[in-house]
């Protein structure tokens, strides 16, 4: 038996009462008269390892159990306590959860993270990270202290999407022309297909192998990480490294668990946090290069190439960039001003 399941006995008595997941998301609010005792942090994930963010997080949830002796135990569910995205923040803001991140779908909980969809907006991963790790990381962790009561422990990203298609390689601008594309159904994505100039079709994920197989659409977008675990080779032959949208993300923590942490204990999961993003970046850098797409898709039957992408970004500039740009004015300027 794992010795952690063993509670003392008005903890048991806590857990039989609050019933369920919400007794088990409570433990992360320990009451006053166990305060004394080790301060359970739950970080439930949809996606558990070996997917990149849940080997992350798990490391994350090990070390900080670790470093801190025990005054801390961080207990990682991935997959298995909450499924969806939007669920594991509820948890975490309401603070029956202690950490938590909205993968990718950031932009939809935290509607703030929308400007780092814009496309071609974030030149590259050197960009990014300037970023993230500036100024306008700082603002918005302010912002989502304020507004959300989440503190953020770091910016992480789930890779630039890339276009695959059935038809052709896409090279120039004028090779999406007439291509049905599938966008997730988010304005900013169905905004980034019609600018470069092909047909959006908005979809959930669950109906695009299908609709694919069916020519509802002719392709769509993937970072080079979920090409192979989600078999988008299956159903396309070419896929064009456009780097057309960046996946940013974050994890956070609930602000008043976060402030019921000693100065010390805030440190170490900031530290903690630093070097999990760190792992992350270096793992979804690893595999985002022409080079890791060809060794993974060309011996499944596709053909990669690698345009050159600055004529995508002109017309993005052209097509897309002006709403969201009075969309997001104070964030926008901060971005566009950090030079790489």
Known sequence: MNPRSILPTPRRRLLKTAGGLAGILAF?????????????LVLPSITPPPEASGVVLKWMADQITERSKGELLVDFHGGTLLTKEIDVLNAVKSGNAAIGTPSGAAATIFPEMGVFLVPYLIQNYPHAYKVLNGEV???????FQLKYGVKVLFYFDLGFRHFWNAKRPINEPRDLRGLKMRAQPSKVFTDTVNGLGAVAVPLGWAEVITA??????????????????????????????????YGSTLTVMNLGIWNGLTPTQQKLVLEVGREAQGRSREAMESVDSEASAKSQLEPLGMVVNAPNREPFRKLAIEKVWPAYQKQYTELW?????VKV
């Open 28 to 40: 992360g609010r320990a009451p006053a008269f166990a305060q004394a005792q080790p301060k359970k």
């Open 137 to 143: 990381g700082d603002k918005l962790d302010a912002i």
């Open 212 to 245: 694919a197989q069916q020519g509802v659409i002719d392709g769509a977008d993937l970072p080079v990480v979920n090409m192979v675990p989600l078999k988008a080779y299956e159903v396309s032959k070419y896929y064009s490294l456009t780097g057309h949208n």
């Open 333 to 337: 300027d901060q971005i566009v001003a």
